[in-house]
Protein backbone atom coordinates (compact mmCIF):
# COMPACT_ATOMS: atom_id res chain seq x y z
CA UNK A 1 0.00 0.00 0.00
CA UNK A 2 1.42 3.18 -0.91
CA UNK A 3 0.66 6.48 1.64
CA UNK A 4 -0.26 8.76 -1.27
CA UNK A 5 -2.69 6.47 -2.80
CA UNK A 6 -0.83 6.97 -6.20
CA UNK A 7 -2.58 4.74 -9.24
CA UNK A 8 -5.72 3.85 -7.50
CA UNK A 9 -9.07 4.75 -9.22
CA UNK A 10 -11.39 6.67 -7.25
CA UNK A 11 -13.97 8.01 -9.52
CA UNK A 12 -14.98 7.89 -13.11
CA UNK A 13 -15.28 11.39 -14.88
CA UNK A 14 -15.91 12.91 -18.61
CA UNK A 15 -14.26 16.50 -16.91
CA UNK A 16 -10.78 16.10 -17.89
CA UNK A 17 -8.07 13.54 -18.30
CA UNK A 18 -4.54 14.05 -16.92
CA UNK A 19 -1.56 12.24 -18.97
CA UNK A 20 1.39 12.53 -17.33
CA UNK A 21 3.34 10.82 -19.39
CA UNK A 22 2.88 12.92 -22.51
CA UNK A 23 2.85 15.87 -20.85
CA UNK A 24 -1.24 16.41 -22.50
CA UNK A 25 -4.07 17.68 -20.24
CA UNK A 26 -7.72 17.00 -21.93
CA UNK A 27 -10.86 19.18 -20.64
CA UNK A 28 -13.98 17.02 -21.90
CA UNK A 29 -12.95 16.08 -24.69
CA UNK A 30 -10.82 19.44 -25.51
CA UNK A 31 -6.90 19.57 -25.76
CA UNK A 32 -6.10 22.45 -22.70
CA UNK A 33 -4.20 24.51 -25.56
CA UNK A 34 -7.37 24.86 -27.25
CA UNK A 35 -9.22 26.56 -24.88
CA UNK A 36 -7.27 28.61 -22.48
CA UNK A 37 -6.55 31.69 -23.83
CA UNK A 38 -8.61 30.38 -26.65
CA UNK A 39 -12.15 30.78 -25.16
CA UNK A 40 -13.42 32.43 -22.54
CA UNK A 41 -13.44 31.26 -19.08
CA UNK A 42 -17.14 31.43 -19.03
CA UNK A 43 -17.23 29.01 -21.92
CA UNK A 44 -14.86 26.69 -19.93
CA UNK A 45 -17.30 27.01 -17.46
CA UNK A 46 -20.18 26.01 -19.76
CA UNK A 47 -18.40 23.06 -21.52
CA UNK A 48 -17.54 21.62 -17.91
CA UNK A 49 -21.01 22.16 -16.66
CA UNK A 50 -22.71 21.22 -19.61
CA UNK A 51 -25.47 18.21 -18.96
CA UNK A 52 -24.50 18.79 -15.10
CA UNK A 53 -25.87 21.66 -13.68
CA UNK A 54 -29.60 22.84 -13.93
CA UNK A 55 -29.84 25.33 -15.71
CA UNK A 56 -27.88 24.49 -18.59
CA UNK A 57 -27.02 27.78 -19.98
CA UNK A 58 -24.49 28.60 -22.79
CA UNK A 59 -21.51 31.17 -22.50
CA UNK A 60 -23.22 34.24 -23.33
CA UNK A 61 -26.07 33.63 -21.42
CA UNK A 62 -23.43 31.94 -18.26
CA UNK A 63 -21.05 35.20 -18.84
CA UNK A 64 -24.66 37.50 -17.60
CA UNK A 65 -25.81 34.63 -14.99
CA UNK A 66 -22.31 35.01 -13.28
CA UNK A 67 -22.26 38.86 -13.16
CA UNK A 68 -26.01 38.44 -11.57
CA UNK A 69 -25.09 36.20 -9.21
CA UNK A 70 -21.80 38.31 -8.14
CA UNK A 71 -24.06 41.29 -7.26
CA UNK A 72 -26.37 38.77 -5.74
CA UNK A 73 -23.57 37.56 -3.01
CA UNK A 74 -22.23 40.89 -2.82
CA UNK A 75 -24.29 42.09 0.25
CA UNK A 76 -23.21 38.92 1.74
CA UNK A 77 -19.88 39.49 1.52
CA UNK A 78 -19.81 43.03 2.83
CA UNK A 79 -21.05 41.44 6.07
CA UNK A 80 -18.03 38.92 5.90
CA UNK A 81 -16.17 41.79 5.37
CA UNK A 82 -16.72 43.40 8.67
CA UNK A 83 -15.98 40.48 10.35
CA UNK A 84 -12.58 40.02 8.55
CA UNK A 85 -11.83 43.77 9.51
CA UNK A 86 -12.15 42.98 13.32
CA UNK A 87 -10.17 39.88 12.96
CA UNK A 88 -6.90 41.22 11.05
CA UNK A 89 -5.45 38.01 11.96
CA UNK A 90 -7.48 35.91 9.14
CA UNK A 91 -5.08 35.28 6.37
CA UNK A 92 -6.76 35.94 3.14
CA UNK A 93 -7.76 32.47 2.02
CA UNK A 94 -9.41 32.06 5.75
CA UNK A 95 -11.31 34.96 4.96
CA UNK A 96 -12.59 33.27 1.28
CA UNK A 97 -13.25 30.34 3.96
CA UNK A 98 -15.39 32.23 6.27
CA UNK A 99 -17.24 34.07 3.05
CA UNK A 100 -18.38 30.67 1.83
CA UNK A 101 -19.44 29.36 5.22
CA UNK A 102 -21.71 32.39 5.51
CA UNK A 103 -23.71 31.21 2.20
CA UNK A 104 -26.94 28.83 3.19
CA UNK A 105 -27.91 25.77 1.72
CA UNK A 106 -31.61 26.97 2.12
CA UNK A 107 -30.43 30.31 -0.60
CA UNK A 108 -33.25 30.34 -3.94
CA UNK A 109 -29.95 30.85 -6.47
CA UNK A 110 -28.59 27.62 -8.00
CA UNK A 111 -25.64 26.98 -5.58
CA UNK A 112 -22.92 25.97 -8.11
CA UNK A 113 -23.69 30.13 -9.19
CA UNK A 114 -23.46 31.57 -5.91
CA UNK A 115 -20.33 29.69 -5.15
CA UNK A 116 -18.49 30.39 -7.81
CA UNK A 117 -19.64 34.11 -7.67
CA UNK A 118 -18.36 34.10 -4.03
CA UNK A 119 -14.92 33.18 -4.69
CA UNK A 120 -13.49 36.68 -6.90
CA UNK A 121 -16.10 38.80 -4.48
CA UNK A 122 -14.75 37.83 -1.15
CA UNK A 123 -10.66 37.53 -2.57
CA UNK A 124 -10.85 41.17 -4.56
CA UNK A 125 -12.85 42.73 -1.15
CA UNK A 126 -10.22 41.26 1.30
CA UNK A 127 -7.51 42.26 -1.01
CA UNK A 128 -8.46 45.83 -0.33
CA UNK A 129 -9.01 45.55 2.96
CA UNK A 130 -5.73 44.21 3.68
CA UNK A 131 -4.41 47.57 1.59
CA UNK A 132 -6.65 49.62 4.18
CA UNK A 133 -9.60 50.22 1.40
CA UNK A 134 -12.79 49.52 0.91
CA UNK A 135 -13.97 46.53 -0.95
CA UNK A 136 -15.67 47.52 -4.52
CA UNK A 137 -19.13 46.04 -5.44
CA UNK A 138 -18.88 43.82 -8.23
CA UNK A 139 -20.02 44.72 -12.01
CA UNK A 140 -22.14 42.50 -13.71
CA UNK A 141 -21.44 43.96 -17.28
CA UNK A 142 -18.15 42.74 -16.75
CA UNK A 143 -16.73 39.27 -17.36
CA UNK A 144 -15.48 36.98 -13.88
CA UNK A 145 -11.76 37.65 -14.43
CA UNK A 146 -12.20 41.55 -15.99
CA UNK A 147 -14.35 41.92 -13.13
CA UNK A 148 -12.32 40.17 -10.58
CA UNK A 149 -9.61 43.03 -10.98
CA UNK A 150 -12.31 45.68 -11.48
CA UNK A 151 -12.86 44.76 -7.84
CA UNK A 152 -9.44 44.83 -7.02
CA UNK A 153 -8.06 47.94 -8.01
CA UNK A 154 -11.43 50.09 -8.21
CA UNK A 155 -10.82 50.58 -11.97
CA UNK A 156 -11.64 48.85 -15.59
CA UNK A 157 -8.34 46.40 -16.38
CA UNK A 158 -6.30 46.71 -19.47
CA UNK A 159 -8.07 44.03 -22.29
CA UNK A 160 -4.52 41.99 -21.86
CA UNK A 161 -4.81 42.17 -18.22
CA UNK A 162 -8.41 40.74 -18.17
CA UNK A 163 -7.38 38.42 -20.82
CA UNK A 164 -3.88 37.08 -19.13
CA UNK A 165 -6.20 36.26 -16.22
CA UNK A 166 -9.19 34.67 -18.30
CA UNK A 167 -6.54 32.44 -19.47
CA UNK A 168 -4.82 31.53 -16.50
CA UNK A 169 -8.48 30.74 -14.64
CA UNK A 170 -8.99 28.72 -17.77
CA UNK A 171 -5.68 26.93 -17.33
CA UNK A 172 -6.39 25.73 -13.96
CA UNK A 173 -10.34 24.80 -13.99
CA UNK A 174 -9.89 20.84 -13.63
CA UNK A 175 -7.02 18.42 -13.07
CA UNK A 176 -8.10 15.16 -12.40
CA UNK A 177 -8.80 13.78 -8.99
CA UNK A 178 -6.25 16.11 -7.35
CA UNK A 179 -6.32 16.72 -3.82
CA UNK A 180 -9.04 19.53 -3.40
CA UNK A 181 -11.34 17.74 -6.52
CA UNK A 182 -11.16 14.52 -4.61
CA UNK A 183 -12.15 15.85 -0.87
CA UNK A 184 -14.86 17.67 -3.22
CA UNK A 185 -16.22 14.38 -4.52
CA UNK A 186 -15.94 12.57 -1.19
CA UNK A 187 -18.48 14.96 0.60
CA UNK A 188 -20.21 15.55 -1.99
CA UNK A 189 -20.69 11.66 -1.94
CA UNK A 190 -22.33 12.17 1.39
CA UNK A 191 -24.88 14.38 0.35
CA UNK A 192 -23.66 17.11 2.35
CA UNK A 193 -24.62 19.77 -1.01
CA UNK A 194 -22.77 21.98 -3.33
CA UNK A 195 -21.57 24.82 -0.92
CA UNK A 196 -20.10 22.39 1.99
CA UNK A 197 -18.03 20.36 -0.94
CA UNK A 198 -16.30 23.35 -2.65
CA UNK A 199 -15.38 24.94 0.85
CA UNK A 200 -13.85 21.57 1.64
CA UNK A 201 -12.27 21.62 -1.47
CA UNK A 202 -10.86 24.98 -0.55
CA UNK A 203 -9.32 23.79 2.55
CA UNK A 204 -7.56 20.90 0.29
CA UNK A 205 -6.41 23.59 -1.80
CA UNK A 206 -5.04 25.90 1.41
CA UNK A 207 -2.12 23.29 2.00
CA UNK A 208 1.67 24.43 0.43
CA UNK A 209 2.08 21.02 -1.25
CA UNK A 210 -1.34 21.60 -3.22
CA UNK A 211 -1.80 25.30 -3.66
CA UNK A 212 0.49 26.90 -1.97
CA UNK A 213 3.48 26.93 -3.93
CA UNK A 214 3.59 30.29 -6.31
CA UNK A 215 4.31 32.78 -3.96
CA UNK A 216 7.60 30.74 -2.57
CA UNK A 217 8.42 31.04 -6.36
CA UNK A 218 8.38 34.33 -6.19
CA UNK A 219 10.50 34.57 -2.86
CA UNK A 220 13.28 32.06 -4.35
CA UNK A 221 13.72 34.51 -7.42
CA UNK A 222 13.88 37.38 -5.18
CA UNK A 223 16.44 35.39 -3.06
CA UNK A 224 18.62 34.64 -6.16
CA UNK A 225 18.24 38.10 -7.06
CA UNK A 226 20.46 37.97 -10.31
CA UNK A 227 21.74 35.61 -12.78
CA UNK A 228 25.28 34.64 -10.93
CA UNK A 229 23.14 33.93 -7.53
CA UNK A 230 21.07 31.35 -9.24
CA UNK A 231 23.47 27.98 -9.11
CA UNK A 232 24.54 28.49 -5.49
CA UNK A 233 21.37 29.23 -4.56
CA UNK A 234 19.90 26.14 -6.05
CA UNK A 235 22.06 24.02 -4.93
CA UNK A 236 22.19 25.21 -1.07
CA UNK A 237 18.80 24.95 -0.92
CA UNK A 238 19.18 21.03 -1.93
CA UNK A 239 21.96 20.83 0.30
CA UNK A 240 19.49 21.66 3.07
CA UNK A 241 17.21 19.05 2.26
CA UNK A 242 14.74 21.91 0.91
CA UNK A 243 12.46 21.18 -2.50
CA UNK A 244 12.66 23.96 -5.57
CA UNK A 245 9.02 25.34 -5.70
CA UNK A 246 7.40 25.29 -9.11
CA UNK A 247 9.25 21.38 -9.78
CA UNK A 248 7.76 18.11 -9.37
CA UNK A 249 4.22 16.82 -9.39
CA UNK A 250 2.81 13.51 -8.59
CA UNK A 251 1.74 12.76 -12.34
CA UNK A 252 3.25 14.61 -14.56
CA UNK A 253 6.69 13.09 -15.51
CA UNK A 254 7.44 15.57 -18.08
CA UNK A 255 6.77 19.28 -18.32
CA UNK A 256 3.19 20.51 -17.29
CA UNK A 257 1.44 21.17 -19.86
CA UNK A 258 0.07 24.49 -18.27
CA UNK A 259 3.08 26.06 -17.68
CA UNK A 260 3.65 26.74 -21.65
CA UNK A 261 0.16 28.15 -21.82
CA UNK A 262 1.00 30.42 -19.11
CA UNK A 263 4.40 31.03 -19.81
CA UNK A 264 2.53 32.34 -23.46
CA UNK A 265 -0.02 34.46 -21.29
CA UNK A 266 2.56 36.07 -18.93
CA UNK A 267 5.11 36.99 -22.30
CA UNK A 268 2.14 38.53 -24.01
CA UNK A 269 1.34 40.61 -20.98
CA UNK A 270 4.86 41.91 -20.02
CA UNK A 271 6.71 42.01 -23.07
CA UNK A 272 10.03 39.89 -24.61
CA UNK A 273 12.10 42.21 -22.49
CA UNK A 274 11.04 41.61 -18.87
CA UNK A 275 14.32 41.21 -16.53
CA UNK A 276 12.03 39.26 -14.08
CA UNK A 277 10.74 36.72 -16.91
CA UNK A 278 14.83 36.61 -17.62
CA UNK A 279 15.43 35.54 -14.71
CA UNK A 280 12.53 33.47 -14.04
CA UNK A 281 13.68 31.54 -17.33
CA UNK A 282 17.25 31.13 -16.38
CA UNK A 283 16.35 29.76 -13.35
CA UNK A 284 13.91 27.57 -14.82
CA UNK A 285 17.01 26.01 -17.26
CA UNK A 286 19.47 25.86 -14.27
CA UNK A 287 16.51 24.74 -12.11
CA UNK A 288 16.19 21.55 -14.34
CA UNK A 289 19.71 20.52 -15.02
CA UNK A 290 20.74 20.85 -11.11
CA UNK A 291 17.59 18.66 -10.42
CA UNK A 292 18.59 15.92 -13.00
CA UNK A 293 21.79 15.51 -11.23
CA UNK A 294 21.11 15.50 -7.93
CA UNK A 295 17.46 13.79 -8.38
CA UNK A 296 18.44 11.34 -11.34
CA UNK A 297 15.65 9.34 -12.17
CA UNK A 298 12.95 11.63 -10.04
CA UNK A 299 11.85 13.26 -13.62
CA UNK A 300 11.57 16.49 -11.81
CA UNK A 301 10.04 19.38 -14.68
CA UNK A 302 8.60 22.75 -13.93
CA UNK A 303 4.67 22.07 -12.77
CA UNK A 304 2.50 25.37 -13.32
CA UNK A 305 2.95 26.75 -10.06
CA UNK A 306 6.39 28.44 -11.60
CA UNK A 307 4.88 31.03 -14.14
CA UNK A 308 1.88 31.22 -11.91
CA UNK A 309 3.48 33.18 -9.73
CA UNK A 310 5.40 35.47 -12.51
CA UNK A 311 1.78 35.59 -14.24
CA UNK A 312 0.09 36.88 -11.12
CA UNK A 313 2.63 39.17 -10.12
CA UNK A 314 2.31 40.88 -13.56
CA UNK A 315 -0.90 41.21 -12.64
CA UNK A 316 -0.03 42.94 -9.01
CA UNK A 317 -2.05 41.07 -7.32
CA UNK A 318 -0.82 40.09 -3.39
CA UNK A 319 1.58 37.02 -3.25
CA UNK A 320 -0.91 36.18 -0.10
CA UNK A 321 -3.95 35.90 -3.14
CA UNK A 322 -2.31 33.31 -5.01
CA UNK A 323 -4.01 30.25 -3.82
CA UNK A 324 -7.36 32.75 -3.14
CA UNK A 325 -7.45 33.17 -7.26
CA UNK A 326 -6.16 29.69 -7.76
CA UNK A 327 -9.61 29.14 -6.34
CA UNK A 328 -11.01 31.15 -8.65
CA UNK A 329 -10.22 29.04 -11.27
CA UNK A 330 -10.43 25.48 -9.84
CA UNK A 331 -14.13 26.65 -8.55
CA UNK A 332 -15.22 25.67 -12.38
CA UNK A 333 -13.83 22.06 -11.49
CA UNK A 334 -15.11 21.20 -8.19
CA UNK A 335 -18.96 22.59 -9.29
CA UNK A 336 -18.28 20.29 -11.93
CA UNK A 337 -16.84 17.38 -9.92
CA UNK A 338 -19.73 17.83 -7.45
CA UNK A 339 -22.47 18.36 -9.96
CA UNK A 340 -20.99 14.50 -11.33
CA UNK A 341 -20.76 12.65 -8.09
CA UNK A 342 -23.94 13.53 -7.11
CA UNK A 343 -25.21 11.90 -10.16
CA UNK A 344 -23.37 8.78 -9.10
CA UNK A 345 -25.45 8.96 -5.67
CA UNK A 346 -23.33 6.07 -3.56
CA UNK A 347 -21.07 7.02 -0.71
CA UNK A 348 -17.10 7.29 -1.05
CA UNK A 349 -15.99 5.01 2.13
CA UNK A 350 -12.68 3.54 1.51
CA UNK A 351 -11.06 1.12 3.56
CA UNK A 352 -7.64 1.12 5.98
CA UNK A 353 -5.46 -1.45 7.04
CA UNK A 354 -5.48 -1.86 10.89
CA UNK A 355 -1.73 -1.90 12.30
CA UNK A 356 -2.41 -0.65 15.93
CA UNK A 357 -2.36 -3.25 19.16
CA UNK A 358 -4.69 -5.68 19.77
CA UNK A 359 -6.86 -5.50 22.79
CA UNK A 360 -5.51 -7.73 25.91
CA UNK A 361 -7.27 -10.83 26.66
CA UNK A 362 -9.75 -10.23 29.53
N1 LIG B 1 12.60 19.80 -5.41
C1 LIG B 1 13.51 18.89 -5.03
N2 LIG B 1 13.25 17.58 -4.92
C2 LIG B 1 12.02 17.17 -5.21
C3 LIG B 1 11.01 18.06 -5.62
C4 LIG B 1 11.34 19.43 -5.72
N3 LIG B 1 10.44 20.34 -6.10
N4 LIG B 1 9.86 17.38 -5.83
C5 LIG B 1 10.14 16.09 -5.57
N5 LIG B 1 11.44 15.96 -5.20
C6 LIG B 1 12.14 14.72 -4.87
C7 LIG B 1 11.79 14.23 -3.48
O1 LIG B 1 12.66 14.77 -2.51
C8 LIG B 1 11.97 12.74 -3.65
O2 LIG B 1 13.33 12.48 -3.63
P1 LIG B 1 13.90 11.15 -2.89
O3 LIG B 1 13.28 10.01 -3.67
O4 LIG B 1 15.37 11.27 -3.04
O5 LIG B 1 13.41 11.20 -1.48
C9 LIG B 1 11.48 12.47 -5.08
O6 LIG B 1 11.70 13.72 -5.77
C10 LIG B 1 10.03 12.07 -5.19
O7 LIG B 1 9.25 13.00 -4.44
P2 LIG B 1 7.82 12.70 -3.84
O8 LIG B 1 7.66 13.51 -2.59
O9 LIG B 1 7.59 11.23 -3.76
O10 LIG B 1 6.88 13.29 -4.96
P3 LIG B 1 5.33 13.54 -4.78
O11 LIG B 1 4.68 13.00 -5.99
O12 LIG B 1 4.85 13.05 -3.48
O13 LIG B 1 5.30 15.12 -4.71
C11 LIG B 1 5.02 17.40 -5.16
C12 LIG B 1 4.81 15.95 -5.68
C13 LIG B 1 4.38 18.38 -6.14
C14 LIG B 1 4.35 17.56 -3.78
C15 LIG B 1 6.55 17.66 -5.05
O14 LIG B 1 7.15 17.53 -6.30
C16 LIG B 1 6.86 19.03 -4.44
O15 LIG B 1 6.89 19.16 -3.21
N6 LIG B 1 7.15 20.06 -5.31
C17 LIG B 1 7.42 21.39 -4.80
C18 LIG B 1 6.11 22.11 -4.42
C19 LIG B 1 5.31 22.51 -5.64
O16 LIG B 1 5.84 23.03 -6.63
N7 LIG B 1 3.99 22.26 -5.55
C20 LIG B 1 3.06 22.60 -6.60
C21 LIG B 1 2.58 21.36 -7.29
S1 LIG B 1 1.59 21.74 -8.71
Known sequence: ??????????????????????????????????????????????????????????????????????????????????????TPALSL?????????????????????????????????????????????????????????????????????AHALDTYLSAVCDHGLNASTFTARVIASTQAGMISSVIGGLCALKGPLHGGAPGPVLDMLDEIGDEKGIRPWLERQLDQGERLMGFGHRIYKVR???????????????????????????????????????????????????????LLEALAIPREAFTPVFAIGRTAGWVAHVLEQEKVGRIIRPSSVYIGPEPLAA
Not at 25 to 46: P, Y
Not at 298 to 310: P, Q
Open 1 to 86: MTSGLEGVVAAETVLSHVDGENGRLIIRGRELDDIAGKISFEEVCALLWEGLAEPDLPERDLREVLGTARVAVWPLAQKVFALCRE
Open 256 to 310: DPRADVLKGAVRLLSGDDSNRIALAEKVEQVALEVLAERKPGRRLETNVEFYTAL
Open 93 to 161: IEGLRLGLSALSDQDKLPHHLLVTAMVPVMTAGLIRIRQGLEPVAPDEALSHAADFLAMMTARPPKRLQ
